[in-house]
């Protein structure tokens, strides 16, 4: 259970990260970074903070030495994901990034 | 020294000798003088040089590769072992 | 070297990467495999198969041993645990300063019934295991000592990876293969930085576990095994030496009823399981009880990181010994990098985590040595030095995944009451690899690939049905599933390469999906700008 919760929170970090890339973002949403305010940094914050809380669900199934040790593996997990999402399920994140992803709905709601 | 002359051949194994055999010698020295500047048991000691060392080691060869000038790279290989053996030796630390 | 840092750090990482590709790729392989050493050698010896842990294991082990070792000294029963289904007993006689018994003897039991199973003789994972850190048939200094050099090779090709590859992070999720294929560069570069802290941390680790071997003028090191890890190690015996003739003869006491309830305390006070028991003076009044168990929180303690119980003759707890922590912050980021490494502390989940991070540190070296070929075959195809090493590659990487499979199935096809059958386990692997390197030098083309890649995939994923056939339990218990599952991926990965050789990389027609996107295909991963000839006058 921690697992997986430890597993999405990751997965979603490397999500906003990558989306804080301009190629990136024009693939998924067809619209250009550079126009959103501060769009970059925003993104880059949310990814970070994502991959840290995610250190929450771990260390509290593992404690924290070992706890570290799964988070970082389950980063490693979720960067393989998003990686393979990207090439194989381009759709899939598009629907995830506009409609879940804080840094989609923080997008939509700030572009106009 | 003119090293323009050398032989690109010679040059790089010049470069590899003085950043493994060079930069092992010079880790080692490193190493000894980072424990002898701290108050530690034998056992920690061991643990501790060995992590310095290989930290150390892998520095000094990407640090010898990045450098582009040759003679430099002498220099630098001569210099830093010289240096940190002698202080070694000293026993400025212990 | 004249040039940009970044010039300097591509001929670096390809120098030092691959020059010491082939038997870095053997150690990642064996490594990886490794994490699973415990299953694998429970696999290897189906006679175990038939014994299944139940309520009363601790009290069969202990009437094994009242029948067996009635006058021992010390009795040790391991109970079957995450990662074996047996119960293993060893007793002893003497202390560890008494002449007579040093070394312990030891049973492995059905978990059930208390039978001695006799497992066949078989390396099992400890062969892979140990030619992981000390390859083989040298001594054991000089496997070190490569294995050594070859990771100090393996760091600074990471580390010269990474500076050369700066930019990678800004493109990080940015791999879009042209082919719905991955590209050898692309499955490099992926397998690389998706799990680098993970290569990073395993490389320099195992270069401090070698440390002693590698830095002989450092202390008292000696070699694998005896690193200097923190704290007091707990005692496992070791009373003062002991008249063993004068004592009066008693009646020997049964506690076997005394086991359930000791063992229900401990697991009661740590949350898990009690893993292990050690009776010291079975039998007596005196006797007391050590129960452990896999309440490991701690990595920076070493491996005495667990805490243990101790109970005397009428089931009341008389002390804990504690487990021990490290002394200091060296010896505990020092313990810390070794446990990880060797991944004793590791549950089902982190386990698999680390398998994970293995197997792409695996195709990180794999890919990178045929990347290496591929980059110069153009211009270099036919020039001895570049054949030798194009068909050297299909043997040392194919190869070897071909000789662990043959190895896997000569264990259950080599009699099981053959002499030395295990020597004849690993010639069979060695043989196979040598078979292998012959056959990638003869046929070093695409096809020469096809064969050997497809015989390891067919070798690795047919493992569960020879599992199942030649083992006298049909179905997998859960060791023998890790395993089978394992290799099964194995072999995915195998077939997935041997589609990617049939293909030819010719770009499959695009869909039509994929030619709406905006621009997505069109973007290449970011590559080193450097030439191809990348050797550069110094």
């Known amino acids: 259970m921690m697992t997986l919760l430890c597993l999405v929170l990751c997965c979603i970090g490397f999500m906003h990260f990558s989306m804080a890339n301009t190629k990136h973002f024009s693939a998924v949403t067809g619209k250009d970074l550079d126009d959103i305010a501060y769009g970059k940094i925003i993104f880059q914050v949310l990814g970070s903070s994502f991959l840290l809380v995610a250190t929450w669900p771990a260390i509290a199934g593992w404690e924290t030495e070992i706890g570290l040790v799964v988070w970082c593996g389950l980063m490693h997990v979720a960067a393989a994901m998003v990686s393979l999402f990207y090439t194989y399920l381009p759709g899939f994140v598009r629907v995830c990034w506009m409609w879940l992803m804080p840094g989609g709905l923080l997008q939509r709601a700030i572009a106009r | ?94 | 070297m004249k040039g940009s840092l970044r010039q300097s750090m591509t001929w670096l990482h390809t120098w030092s990467s691959i020059t010491a590709g082939w038997i870095l790729f053997a150690i990642f392989f064996t490594g990886t495999l490794a994490f699973f050493r415990a299953e694998i050698t429970h696999w290897m010896q189906p006679e175990l198969h038939v014994s299944t842990p139940s309520e009363n294991s601790a009290e069969v082990g202990y009437q094994y041993l009242l029948n067996k070792a009635p006058d021992a000294k010390e009795w040790s029963i391991s109970l079957p645990t995450e990662r074996s289904e047996t119960v293993s007993v060893s007793w002893r006689y003497g202390n560890e300063r008494g002449r007579e018994q040093l070394f312990a003897q030891r049973s492995q039991l059905d978990a059930s019934t208390g039978e001695d199973l006799a497992p066949r003789d078989t390396a099992g994972g400890n062969f892979l295991y140990r030619f992981h850190f000390e390859l083989y048939a040298m001594p054991r200094w000089l496997g070190e000592t490569l294995v050594g050099i070859v990771s100090m090779m393996m760091l600074i090709g990471i580390v010269s990876g990474v500076i050369m590859h700066r930019k990678i992070f800004a493109d990080f999720f940015m791999f879009r293969p042209k082919k719905k294929l991955l590209s050898w560069i692309d499955g490099h570069v992926l397998a690389s930085v998706l799990a680098l802290p993970f290569h990073l941390m395993i490389t320099f680790s195992g270069l401090l576990l070698l440390g002693g071997t590698l830095l002989p003028w450092n202390g008292n090191g000696g070699g694998h095994g005896g690193p200097p890890e923190g704290g007091a190690p707990q005692e496992r015996g070791g009373r003062p030496a002991e008249v063993v003739n004068a004592e009066p003869i008693a009646p020997h006491i049964n506690h076997s009823a005394l086991l359930a309830p000791i063992m229900a305390k401990a697991s009661a006070h740590w949350g898990v399981p009690v893993d292990r028991i050690t009776i010291k003076n079975p039998g007596k009044e005196n006797t007391t009880f050590t129960v452990s168990g896999a309440n490991r929180v701690e990595l920076s303690a070493g491996r005495g990181g667990n805490s243990g119980l101790v109970f005397n003759a009428s089931g009341e707890r008389i002390s804990e010994d504690p487990a021990s922590t490290a002394p200091n912050t060296t010896q505990a980021v020092y313990n810390y990098m070794d446990m990880l490494h060797q991944a004793r502390f590791a549950d089902s989940v982190t386990r698999w985590l680390l398998f994970f991070a293995g197997i792409l540190g695996t195709l990180m070296v794999g890919t990178g040595s045929i990347l290496w070929v591929e980059k110069r075959a153009k211009k270099q195809l036919g020039l001895k030095g570049f054949e030798l090493v194009r068909g050297t590659n299909i043997g040392a990487i194919a190869g070897l995944m071909v000789a662990t499979g043959a190895y896997f199935w000569s264990n259950r096809l080599i009699p099981a009451d053959m002499a030395m059958r295990s020597d004849w386990e690993v010639r069979v692997f060695f043989i196979a690899w040598l078979a292998c390197v012959i056959a990638g030098l003869l046929r070093r083309d695409r096809m020469g690939w096809l064969w050997q890649t497809a015989a390891a995939a067919a070798l690795f994923s047919l493992l569960p049905v020879l599992d199942v056939v030649t083992s006298p339990v049909g179905v997998p218990d859960a060791l023998r599933m890790v395993f089978d599952v394992a290799c099964v991926l194995i072999g995915i990965l195998c077939w997935y390469a041997v589609v990617k050789l049939k293909n030819g990389g010719k770009p499959k027609r695009r869909s039509a999906a994929a030619n709406r996107k905006p621009d997505a295909d069109n973007m290449k991963p970011v590559r080193p700008r450097g030439r191809t000839k990348t050797e550069q006058p110094a």
């Not at chain 2, 032989?7 to 003085?18: C, D, F, G």
């Not at chain 2, 501790?48 to 060392?53: H, L, Q």
């Open chain 2, 1 to 94: 020294m003119n090293t323009g002359n050398v032989s690109p051949a010679t040059a790089i194994t010049l470069r590899v000798v003085i950043a493994v055999a060079g930069g092992y010698a010079a880790s080692t020295a490193i190493s000894l003088l980072f424990a002898a500047m701290n108050e530690m048991s034998d056992r920690q000691e061991v643990a501790f040089i060995r992590m310095v060392f290989f930290l150390v080691y892998t520095v000094y060869i990407i640090w010898i590769f990045a450098i582009n000038d040759l003679q430099k790279v002498l220099v630098t290989g001569l210099a830093t072992n010289a240096v940190a053996w002698a202080l070694v030796w000293s026993g400025v630390f212990s």
